[in-house]
């Protein structure tokens, strides 16, 4: 199983159940891209950028056992019907692993527990149809819901800040904001940098141009401890 769709970017080692993708490109029409029918935990291992596309009827992973996406690399899954349709098992990404799964229909379903861990989940929803649910949620290593959504584990649902069942994207993740904990605002270069204090909350917001000073990004940063000295 060590070339399978004849490009090198698709193979199969049983010892350890394991699929390995490097840089695969998989479309189908009309049929699951991949189905997992055994009991045992399955690893897909993403290397590079993969993409799934399944057009028509069809899951892009449909599995009935645990499957776990592991990194360095990341996959984007599309499809009609559900993206990732998890049967029994449940779904763990990690090892700095990033998911995305977009649909027409709901994008995520898991009978299981998601969990996600040093890695990054985006199910992007359609505004229509609920974007996931699982029966439980289990973030590791820093990992938090980066969007405006609530996990309700009474309802194994994610709710939007009205308190109804996500139709968006929700995002899993971490937070790679720039965060700087203290600033000297007397060295600042205020007019440079587009910089704002409050002296009440002693909170600040520095809106950093690209190339501008102290090498920062083009970014909103948030400074949470100020000195006068």
Same mark, same amino acid.
């Given at each position: 199983?060590?070339?399978i769709l004849g490009d090198g970017t698709v193979s199969y080692t049983p010892t350890t159940n394991t699929l390995t993708l490097?840089?695969?490109? %998989? $479309?189908?029409?009309?049929?699951?891209?991949?189905?997992?029918?055994? +009991?045992?935990?399955? !690893? #897909?291992?993403?290397?590079? *950028?993969?993409?799934i596309s399944v057009t028509n009827d069809g899951f892009a992973v449909s599995a009935n056992?645990?499957?776990?996406?592991?990194?360095?690399?990341? %996959? $984007?899954m599309h499809s009609h019907l559900n993206t990732f349709a998890?049967? +029994?098992?449940?779904? !763990? #990404?990690?090892?700095?692993? *990033?998911?995305?799964?977009?649909?027409?229909?709901?994008?995520?379903?898991?009978?299981?527990?998601?969990?996600?861990?040093?890695?990054?989940?985006?199910?992007?929803g359609n505004g229509t149809t609920l974007t996931a649910s699982c029966s439980g949620l289990n973030m590791k290593n820093g990992v938090q819901i980066l969007s405006r959504h609530t996990y309700?584990?009474?309802?194994?649902?994610?709710?939007?800040p009205a308190g109804e069942v996500?139709?968006?994207?929700?995002?899993?993740g971490?937070?790679?904001?720039?965060?700087?904990?203290?600033?000297?605002?007397?060295n600042l270069h205020a007019p440079t940098a587009g910089f704002r204090y409050n002296s009440d909350?002693?909170?600040?917001?520095?809106n950093v141009p690209e190339d501008a000073v102290y090498g920062l990004k083009a970014n909103s940063v948030n400074l949470y401890k100020m000195t006068n000295s």
């Amino acid at each position: 199983y060590a070339n399978i769709l004849g490009d090198g970017t698709v193979s199969y080692t049983p010892t350890t159940n394991t699929l390995t993708l490097n840089n695969a490109n %998989i $479309s189908c029409n009309g049929q699951n891209a991949i189905t997992i029918t055994e +009991s045992q935990p399955f !690893t #897909i291992k993403c290397i590079g *950028t993969n993409t799934i596309s399944v057009t028509n009827d069809g899951f892009a992973v449909s599995a009935n056992s645990t499957t776990i996406f592991t990194g360095p690399g990341s %996959i $984007s899954m599309h499809s009609h019907l559900n993206t990732f349709a998890g049967f +029994s098992g449940g779904l !763990t #990404i990690q090892d700095g692993c *990033t998911v995305t799964l977009q649909s027409e229909a709901a994008t995520c379903l898991v009978t299981g527990v998601v969990t996600v861990d040093n890695a990054d989940l985006v199910a992007k929803g359609n505004g229509t149809t609920l974007t996931a649910s699982c029966s439980g949620l289990n973030m590791k290593n820093g990992v938090q819901i980066l969007s405006r959504h609530t996990y309700d584990a009474a309802q194994m649902m994610f709710l939007n800040p009205a308190g109804e069942v996500a139709k968006d994207d929700i995002v899993i993740g971490h937070d790679n904001r720039t965060v700087i904990k203290e600033v000297n605002v007397k060295n600042l270069h205020a007019p440079t940098a587009g910089f704002r204090y409050n002296s009440d909350s002693m909170r600040a917001t520095l809106n950093v141009p690209e190339d501008a000073v102290y090498g920062l990004k083009a970014n909103s940063v948030n400074l949470y401890k100020m000195t006068n000295s």
